[in-house]
């Protein structure tokens, strides 16, 4: 990078325009990733970055933002520089050990809450809860709801079990690929972010891919965790029970037919805020 650090005091709209010119044709939003990642470095808010933009910062805080601005260019999400993100209004810490939680999978979050009625006990299992965002944000929601979020990370878990702590909300959290610890259980409502992209994908090259592929690839078609859970479901589901799961871009239409391949009846299909069909609603289909 080019960006030369400066021998005097740098002031905090000086260090902002570096970085933004820096991140220009690298990331999608320059301007807020500089002045997120000026802000964490300094220890103060955003607003104030722009507000008080002549406010000086000392030269050993400029290394470390432009340490920053430097792994934002190769590639690092800038939550995962800052350590955290917010998802449905509620804080997550995220490590490298899970999924940075995205926009679109809100989705899932409000069609969730839409089908648990407010004062319900209903039992909920989230599969692959990595940072436990899914699992959080319903239970803050709907505290009468028992959630149990699973994860096959041992990291991850500790991770979601630290958020969970954090923002003082009761959800149980097992270690378990998929149903393997749940043998026997039945749940109201599964919803599940699962590993979806496909092996072949640019995304998971090695040197721009810094989340953990446990948790993004879904093997040669994408599908080979997705195809777990849809064939499970049934045996998982209480007799009314639904299933609500997001997926890639193009799966709409073969996970639909996985879904009816495995007895399962889809209530609907569901886009994202770019109005694309990303998620899906199915209950077991009655004979
Ligand atoms: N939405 C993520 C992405 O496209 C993928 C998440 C997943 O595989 N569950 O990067």
Request: aromatic fraction near 6%.
């Amino acid at each position: 990078m080019s960006t030369k650090i400066s021998n005097h005091s740098a002031s905090l709209g000086y260090l902002a325009a570096q970085g933004c010119q820096a991140l220009r044709g690298v990331s999608a939003s320059p301007r807020l990733d500089a002045e997120v990642l000026l802000a964490h470095t300094a220890g103060i808010s955003r607003s104030v970055v722009f507000a008080f933009s002549e406010r000086t910062v000392r030269p050993e805080m400029e290394c470390r933002y432009f340490d920053l601005i430097a792994k934002r260019v190769n590639g690092m999400l800038v939550a995962q520089l800052v350590g955290k993100k917010e998802f449905y209004s509620l804080e997550f810490v995220v490590t490298a050990d899970t999924l940075v939680p995205r926009p679109e999978t809100e989705l899932l979050v409000e069609k969730a809450l839409a089908w648990i009625p407010e004062k319900a006990k209903m039992s909920i299992l989230d599969i692959g809860t990595g940072t436990g965002a899914i699992a959080l944000a319903i239970k803050k929601h709907r505290p009468h709801a028992c959630i149990t979020g699973v994860d096959v990370s041992e990291a991850a878990l500790f991770v979601a079990k630290g958020n969970g702590v954090a923002l003082d909300l009761d959800v149980r959290w097992l270690r378990s690929s998929a149903y393997s610890a749940l043998s026997g259980e039945r749940f109201d409502l599964i919803v599940t972010n699962p590993p979806y992209v496909e092996k072949g994908d640019p995304c998971l090259l090695d040197d721009i891919c810094f989340e953990p592929r446990l948790a993004l690839d879904g093997g040669t078609d994408g599908l080979d965790i997705i195809r777990v859970i849809v064939a499970g479901a049934k045996k998982h589901l209480s007799p009314n029970g639904r299933l609500l799961m997001e997926h890639g871009l193009d799966q709409s239409g073969v996970v639909t037919k996985l879904l009816q391949a495995n007895s399962l009846e889809v209530l609907g299909s569901y886009c994202d805020l770019a109005c694309h069909p990303r998620a899906l609603g199915a209950q077991v289909a009655t004979p």
